[in-house]
Antibody
């Protein structure tokens, strides 16, 4: 069974940093591109970042470019999101999601809440 | 950047009725890269349709997708109580960089 489990969310002050993790199991992690997608409270879905299976290709939404860094460790079946210079507008549930190699997300984690507030 | 606009914002229907949800793109989208998701309160999104018309694993056949170019449709042929949720369309594009865009969502509520 495919499982994606996020962790690392919490309350952080504006300008602070946080590192999210996503532990994957039930599939060959190293064969898939992975993504972070976020959802602000009561709002829609926003793609944040993507990383290819071997980390060769990395992309970011303009809203996080230069502040967030996506990475992965295929030996540990884990995906990460380092978030720096956090702003109130980064407050959201962050989901990790697997890319089914067709430009869509076939499995999602349960999400981890990041709250940026003083 | 391609913008996806979903309509209506809210759709009020009764169980047993047919639901038609629209997703319009600001420029042409490859049908291969158009997907639909369902999200219930407090849950992660669930993939329903990919490639504009292919059902994901385990998705009932009352869900169907169609369309091409800039106009795409998700149809639920006969609504079940568990179908009332928010639905999002999503596209993938590679110009100028790989990126994914979601529509703003359609809330399907019980009438």
């Amino acid at each position: 069974e495919v499982q994606l489990v996020e962790s690392g969310g919490g309350l952080v002050k504006p300008g602070g940093s946080l590192r999210l993790s996503c532990a994957a199991s039930g599939f060959t992690f190293s064969s898939y591109s992975m993504n972070w997608v976020r959802q602000a409270p009561g709002k829609g879905l926003e793609w944040v970042s993507s990383i290819s299976s071997s980390s060769s290709y990395i992309y970011y939404a303009d809203s996080v470019k230069g502040r967030f860094t996506i990475s992965r460790d295929n030996a540990k079946n884990s995906l990460y999101l380092q978030m720096n210079s956090l702003r109130a507008e980064d407050t959201a549930v962050y989901y990790c999601a697997r890319d089914r190699a067709g430009g869509h997300f076939d499995y999602w984690g349960q999400g981890t809440l990041v709250t940026v507030s003083s | 950047e391609i913008v996806l606009t979903q309509s209506p914002g809210t759709l009020s229907l009764s169980p047993g009725e047919r639901a038609t949800l629209s997703c319009r793109a600001s420029q042409s989208v490859s049908s291969s890269y158009l997907a639909w998701y369902q999200q219930k309160p407090g849950q992660a999104p669930r993939l329903l349709i990919y490639g504009a018309s292919s059902r994901a694993t385990g998705i009932p056949d009352r869900f169907s997708g169609s369309g091409s170019g800039t106009d795409f449709t998700l149809t639920i042929s006969r609504l079940e109580p568990e179908d009332f949720a928010v639905y999002y369309c999503q596209q993938y594009g590679s110009s100028p960089q790989n990126m994914y865009t979601f529509g703003q969502g359609t809330k399907l509520e019980i009438k």
